[in-house]
């Protein structure tokens, strides 16, 4: 029958086009239906009601970090600060070296007592080492490592704000801890803080490492150190100790540059007083300093000159905490 | 006659060679006395009791600075700070740019209180422009130029350590006195300081600019803004102000990152209230900080876009004035 389409014009219009009409509609159809087929499928983590997929995954190699924590006979802190660093923004991944040789790791419990904001591998040592937390770990996907020592306290704010100068800096170490060599009439060098006189660049002091217990540095500098000569590691076997000096002497040779830049924390804390464990960091020990001036002069031995350099740049968060914090008299 | 040299082994040694010695000891000391003839004669000026030799004339273009100082109606304050600026540490020379149109310059008076570190040179102008300062004048001989407000004391030790500052960054404008731009959703920029809100990126507050009225600067920089559109040059007689929101449009543009860095002055101070000359800067116009907002907007339109970016990095001396101003808690 030709109803409404007999009306229009053109005769031709007839059964035959109503049947072609209706056949290509019908194609079209289950083309639509089989390109719907295609479409992604909405994962279950995209529902209102459950969690955001976890952010960190595809967050960028550059804008993240990974925190390297090394861990000796202080199991009650290290829980502690890790509950902290957990939430710190920009945080790719922990990774706890674990100098506790033939000790259960905590990763029992901690699982436990997940979800978690991100990653946590313990990585259980077999040699209590100091240089145990500067091995090239593959876990590692980030250009950034935080370094942290497992009693050190930095807020959150202090660690973003330094990760972003980090980023404008990425070759230098970018930490909370600055100390300085000086040279004597003798030639042989001294290791230590403000307390020791200025190296006479003009006014004011200057600083010519900046610690790696609590800093930044770019995850390549992990590559460079097991690249150094031997002699290196065995200086730091022999003191436990130094190996952040021995960090300081290799990025300032690589850059030419003072190795570090000193960001002045508002918020740092020593929580060695917190433990249970009675034990106390290797800075106690009566020949800690004279180690460290010692490992200079070595490392100059070894490096055959003294690549250090110094600095006397201080760098704070403009406007924070305090939002005229530049203010001045004028 | 042959006495000493007879009793020597070998009768050869006679009257001849005795000649042929004498001859050669002769013409010897003639060679010497010649050769002394072409050392470098002794200056007066290397004396014990003369003064020593200007070292400003052989300073490397990298190692000094040149000062350029602006002034309008404030003739004594700008002797008051010419006293001051004259001996600073690493300054190469001085460039007055004398606003005062058709008045005489205090160069008879400067050159009978002589003689003076630095030369002082002061450049007459024939119309009084806020942009006068911003020539390329042909006397600067450094890569840096301090640029100074005629009522802005800065301390010297503030300018020794802002001009390090800028030889670690010196493609940006290192300075003072930072200020910052700031978006709304209408598109429409405005212009202030730490009491406008913070541009929202994380805590803390940022500068988008950083003032050439007390700042280091590369002298590259005088030829590019001469090199700027017509409109610009306009904009800053129009309003003379903005000279230095257009600098740092320029910088932002030509580096693609935070054109200045903050450092934070330990003693900056405004003479404006010293003057006897009653005049006030230009600042103190009502419509001042409405025009800065309006010049921001004016130049986005002329460059098309935005280039100003922000940063939060404040620099301070480590261990100045205070040895142990980075001192944390820990």
Chains 1, 2 share one sequence.
Not at 21 to 50: E, F, M, Q, R, Y
Not at 295 to 321: A, D, E, H, R
């Amino acid at each position: 029958r030709c109803f409404h389409f007999c009306k229009l014009p053109g005769r031709v219009m007839g059964i035959r086009l109503l049947r072609f009409t209706s056949v290509v509609i019908i194609v079209l159809l289950l083309v639509a239906g089989a390109l719907t087929a295609l479409l992604p499928t909405i994962k279950d983590d995209k529902l209102p009601n459950s969690r955001r997929e976890p952010k960190t995954q595809s967050q960028s190699a550059l804008d993240s970090f990974t925190l390297i924590m090394q861990t000796y006979n202080r199991t009650d802190l290290l829980l502690k600060l890790l509950n902290h660093y957990q939430a710190i923004p920009h945080l790719h991944k922990v990774i706890v070296v674990w100098n506790n040789i033939g000790e259960k790791t905590p990763e029992e419990m901690w699982n436990s007592l997940g979800p978690h904001p991100v990653p946590v591998v313990f990585k259980v040592q077999t040699v209590n080492r100091m240089r145990n937390r500067l091995q090239n770990f593959p876990d590692v996907e980030t250009k950034a490592v935080l370094m942290m020592d497992d009693d050190t306290l930095v807020s959150a704010h202090d660690l973003a704000f330094a990760f972003s100068v980090w980023q404008q800096f990425p070759e230098h170490i970018v930490g909370f801890v600055p100390r300085k060599h000086i040279s004597t009439p003798s030639g042989v060098y001294s290791y230590g803080s403000f307390e020791l006189q200025n190296p006479g660049f003009g006014n004011g002091d200057q600083y010519s490492m900046v610690l790696i217990g609590a800093a930044f540095f770019h995850s390549g500098y992990l590559e460079d150190f097991q690249q150094q000569p031997e002699a290196v590691h065995a200086l730091i076997d022999e003191t436990q100790n130094c190996d952040d000096i021995a960090m300081n002497f290799l990025v300032a040779k690589h850059t030419g540059k003072p190795s570090g830049v000193f960001v002045k924390p508002v918020d740092i804390r020593n929580l060695e007083k917190d433990t249970n464990s009675g034990y106390s960091g290797m800075w106690h020990r009566a020949e800690h300093l004279l180690q460290r001036s010692y490992c200079v002069n070595k490392l100059v031995n070894i490096y055959g000159g003294m690549p250090l350099k110094y600095s006397n740049i201080m760098i704070s968060q403009f406007g924070f905490p305090n939002y005229a914090n530049h203010k001045n008299k004028m």
